[in-house]
């Protein structure tokens, strides 16, 4: 398929695509903004960061190839990649895409699955669909992956008639662009496609030198609880580990495995990942990674990783073999903070969903997705109940936001 003076083309895996071409257009400057650099402008904090010099670590050709190769995603996982590429007239990759052709909407996030229950009772076929994000990653970040020096319109658009292209090629039923940038979102929005809003909740750097900075930030009755849930989280003899780089050995990634292997099996009934993938970002991707682990008697006994952006935190998954007091607390949030001070870091992202995250700092943040239906009736539909669910949205933003645990003034 070719667009003006792009060609496209569908790749059905990122090794067919490489390393070197890939990470040109996701992530062409790693060292960019990097965790050691001190804050990122403090006036781009109220939003993720989606700009094209930041590290993104999902969109990083080590973390999608991880999933990959080790049959997270393709074979029988649902997650077929149709990642589209577009290249210029001399062969080189221009920009790519992430893609996936789908049969369930599991591992995403944003909830589609009342459209298709809708779609298939009224005699349509929902599945496959097309899928462009992280997968199993619930992060905002840059789906149109530009090289630099390339005309960044004119290969966005090429990587929508793209999108649009392989769709057809399947039969699918609709395009999904979840946890983008408000800025693609708006784009995608002028262009037909159907704008959806939800909430997280994000941990903000206001320029903060320590974890005592912060706290000093929230109403007195708030922070006396989270220094009584610091304390009372390592009773019990609980020492907690930060471990990065070349400090995550193999008994770490085996007992975090075992933690993440018990709490996707209570939450989702089957983990989408294994441990073939933890061992390929273990291999390739250390550095850019944070595993936050609570040793008690000589063991591990729960633990947290999270990914190192270029300004950001992210926190994934959690799991323990033993329950204590606010420990949950502690690893996933509480210590995720004080990382990011350390480090200069922006913000932590510390996942979907969760409005005790509210009590410990994290404040409400708008998440962004963007659709496109081919079918008219169910496009009529959705596009009426997103009217109604952005407005929701909106109101239940304000209320969290009045309910933040700083103090007034």
């Known amino acids: 398929m070719s667009t003006g003076r792009l060609t496209m083309r569908i790749a059905t895996s990122i090794q067919a695509i490489g390393r ?3 990470d040109a257009c996701a992530n062409p400057d790693p060292g960019a903004a990097s965790v050691d650099d001190g804050p990122a402008d403090p006036a781009r904090q109220d939003e993720p960061d989606t700009a094209a010099q930041a590290y993104h670590p999902f969109m990083a050709y080590d973390f999608l190839h991880a999933l ?6 393709g074979g029988r996982s ?4 149709v990642h589209v590429v577009a290249e210029a007239a001399d062969g080189s990759v221009a920009g790519v895409m992430p893609a996936y052709a789908k049969s369930h909407s599991q591992g995403e996030y944003v909830f589609d699955h009342g459209w298709a229950d809708a779609y298939e009772r009224a005699g349509g076929r929902y599945y496959p669909k097309l ?3 992280a997968p199993f990653t619930p992060a905002t970040g840059r789906r149109f992956l530009v090289r630099p020096g390339q005309d960044a ?3 966005r658009e090429s990587l929508i008639a793209g999108a649009k292209a392989a769709l057809g090629s399947f039969g699918g039923s609709s395009i999904h662009l979840t946890f983008i940038g408000r800025e693609d979102w708006e784009q995608l929005g002028a262009r037909g496609f159907l704008r959806r809003t939800d909430q997280q909740f994000h ?5 903060y030198g320590t974890f005592d900075d912060f706290l000093a930030a929230l109403a007195s009755r708030k922070r006396k609880t989270i220094k009584r849930e610091r304390r009372d989280a390592l009773t019990d003899g609980i020492t907690i580990e930060r471990l990065t780089g070349a400090a995550i050995t193999e008994e770490a990634w085996d007992a975090f495995f075992a933690f993440y292997m018990d709490t996707g099996s209570r939450k989702w009934g089957r983990p989408y990942l294994n441990r ?4 390929g970002i273990g291999a390739d991707m250390a550095d850019r990674i944070l595993l936050v682990m609570a040793r008690r008697a000589g063991r591990y006994v729960a633990g947290a ?4 952006g270029s300004d950001t935190l992210y926190g994934r998954h959690w799991g323990c073999i033993e329950d204590h007091p606010f420990l949950h607390f502690e690893v996933c949030y509480h210590q995720a903070i004080e990382f990011a001070i350390e480090r200069g870091l922006a913000r932590v992202e510390a996942g979907a969903q969760g409005e005790h995250k509210l009590a410990r700092g994290y404040r409400p943040v708008t998440t962004y997705s963007a659709h496109w239906i081919a079918d008219p009736g169910l496009r009529r539909a959705v596009e009426h109940y997103l009217e109604r669910e952005r407005e929701q949205v909106a109101e239940i933003h304000e209320a969290l936001e009045e309910a933040a645990p700083f103090r007034k003034g």
């Open 276 to 279: 073939a993938f933890y061992a």
């Open 68 to 73: 990959e190769a080790s049959g997270c995603v």
């Open 78 to 81: 649902g997650w077929t990649p």
């Open 20 to 22: 070197a071409a890939w």
């Open 153 to 155: 319109t004119a290969v």
């Open 203 to 207: 941990w903000l750097n206001e320029g």
């Open 131 to 133: 899928q462009v994000c």
């Open 305 to 308: 990783i999270n990914f190192i």
